[in-house]
């Protein structure tokens, strides 16, 4: 095996989980001893951001902003206004606006200046343009930190993790979501796959964008490494069905957490 877990460093347990591509050429390795599932870096990672498309914040009916309202009204039976929130990856900045109409005080940060200049414009919110794991606040820190659908695009998810523990302060909330990879819907069709029953047909020039894919026990190990305690996970699916019964069994393609950082031990 040319790499090791990028969460416990096992060289050793690493297996072939399923590969994606035309030529199935891109390889994802599980980990046996944590969990996580670890793409084999050396195919080539495709990172870019539709960063000059602004999706209207105020369209209800957009995909976009309906599972940001989620994310705003789940959040919400946690935590309670005026609570300082920073949302890094703001995108659109739907759901800082919704947070800021709920009583919270928000802030932004954004790789994009495009959509930075946008959310500034057309919803008057201070979004700072940086890479959030250099970011650097004056001693400024939140009661909630929001990391949606980042985690997953990046090598070293301790890091991010431990970056987002220094914004905090103690006793902090970080909201985090991302692919949830043991969900029902993809082991079935990982299934399918390895029996050659059916395969996905990717397209001649994909190239993965993902490092990383989490379920719970990799990613509650991971935030135990790193000062946080797991409050709540929760799965859910963009594609409809029944949402009760994705919630209650966990069964759902994309995972909603809350962590709370650890107090200095005495």
């Known amino acids: 095996m040319p790499f090791a877990c990028r969460l416990c460093g096992s060289a050793d347990h690493l ?13 994802f390795y599980r980990c046996g001893e944590c969990g996580l599932v670890n793409y084999d870096l050396s195919g080539g990672l495709n990172q870019e951001k539709y960063a000059d498309v602004w999706p209207d914040p105020f369209d209800s009916a957009s995909k976009t902003n ?16 005026p609570a300082r929130v ?16 709920a009583g919270f005080t928000v802030r932004g940060l954004e790789l994009s200046p ?8 057309e919803l008057d919110i201070e979004v700072d ?16 930190v929001i ?18 523990n220094d914004l905090l302060v103690d006793g902090g909330i970080a909201l985090l979501e991302f692919p949830n990879i043991e969900a029902l819907d993809l082991k079935f069709k990982r299934l399918l796959a390895g029996l050659r029953i059916h395969r996905k047909s990717w397209p001649a020039d994909y190239v993965p964008g993902h490092c990383n894919e989490y379920s719970l026990r990799p990613f509650s190990r991971m935030a ?36 709370r950082k650890r107090p200095p031990a005495v």
Request: charge should be positive.
């Open 147 to 164: 990391l949606r659908h980042v985690l997953e695009h990046l090598s070293d998810g301790g890091s991010a993790l431990r970056s987002i």
């Open 15 to 27: 297996r072939l989980y399923y590969t994606q591509g035309a030529e199935r050429q891109y390889r």
């Open 114 to 121: 495009f959509l930075a200049r946008n959310i500034k414009r």
């Open 224 to 259: 135990r490494e790193c000062g946080f305690d797991l409050l709540r996970w929760q799965t859910y699916s963009n594609k409809g069905g029944d949402a009760g019964l994705i919630q209650k069994f966990n069964m759902g393609n994309k995972a909603r957490v809350l962590i």
């Open 66 to 81: 309906r599972t940001q309202a989620a994310s705003c009204e789940w959040l919400r039976r946690y935590v309670e206004p």
């Open 86 to 101: 920073l949302d890094i990856g703001c995108g659109n900045g739907r759901l800082l606006y919704l947070l800021r109409e």
């Open 129 to 144: 343009v940086a890479d959030f794991q250099q970011f650097h606040t004056s001693g400024e820190r939140f009661d909630v």
